[in-house]
């Protein structure tokens, strides 16, 4: 079964920092592009980083600085290190992959989500 | 960046009705990079819809997609009972990939 399944949420105080991780099976992890999205509570989809096979990494506005997304081919793990975090960044966080080479394709399987709190 | 917005916010049908979803982007989109996902609560998003038009794995014929350039549309011909979820677009042409604000389908 093809699955990802994401771990590393917790809470922390504002200005701390986490490392969330998303462990890919049932799939050749190295073929896909890997995303992370995020969903506050009660709240909508945001997109917050994406790295392509090549390790190439792109990130919104909102969070560029202070997230960095990597990946381990080998260990078949994505994950991302989330640093300066405000209350604005608490949310559900989504492990997503993409499938390279394929344009049409989207975010085809997604993580069970861990939830990340920041409070004062 | 490119902005989504979904109409209605809210949608109250009845099993069997048809339901129509809209999604309007700010700026043109090409039809290979809109997709359709469907949420419920406590869950991840699934897939649905990609390229515009083509279901993913294992989504009923029920489902459908159509659209082209700022306007897109999610149609479910006949509802059934699982359906009743909430439903996001998405651009993923562009960096940033944004999503609409969601649409919820709920019972009447």
């Known amino acids: 079964e093809e699955q990802l399944v994401d771990s590393g949420g917790g809470s922390v105080q504002p200005g701390g920092s986490l490392r969330l991780a998303c462990a890919a099976s049932g799939f050749t992890f190295s073929n896909y592009d890997m995303h992370w999205v995020r969903q506050g509570s009660g709240k909508g989809l945001e997109w917050v980083s994406a790295i392509g096979t090549d390790g190439d990494a792109h990130y919104p506005g909102s969070v560029k600085g202070r997230f960095t997304i990597s990946r381990e081919n080998a260990n078949n793990s994505l994950y991302l290190q989330m640093n300066s975090l405000g209350a604005g960044d608490t949310a559900v966080y989504y492990c997503?992959?993409?499938?390279?080479?394929?344009?049409?394709?989207?975010?085809?399987?997604w993580g069970q989500g861990t939830m990340v709190t920041v409070y004062s | 960046e490119t902005v989504l917005t979904q109409s209605p916010g809210t949608l109250s049908l009845s099993p069997g009705e048809r339901a129509t979803l809209s999604c309007r982007a700010s700026?043109?989109?090409?039809?290979?990079?809109l997709a359709w996902y469907q949420q419920k609560p406590g869950q991840a998003p699934r897939l649905l819809i990609y390229g515009t038009s083509s279901r993913a794995t294992g989504i009923p014929d029920r489902f459908s997609g159509s659209g082209s350039g700022t306007d897109f549309t999610l149609t479910i011909s006949r509802l059934e009972p699982e359906d009743f979820a909430v439903y996001y677009c998405?651009?993923?042409?562009?960096?940033?990939?944004?999503f609409g604000q969601g649409t919820k389908l709920e019972i009447k």
């Open positions: 997503v992959r993409r499938r390279r080479g394929c344009p049409r394709c989207s975010f085809d399987i």
């Open positions: 998405q651009q993923y042409g562009s960096s940033p990939y944004t």
């Open positions: 700026q043109s989109v090409s039809s290979t990079y």
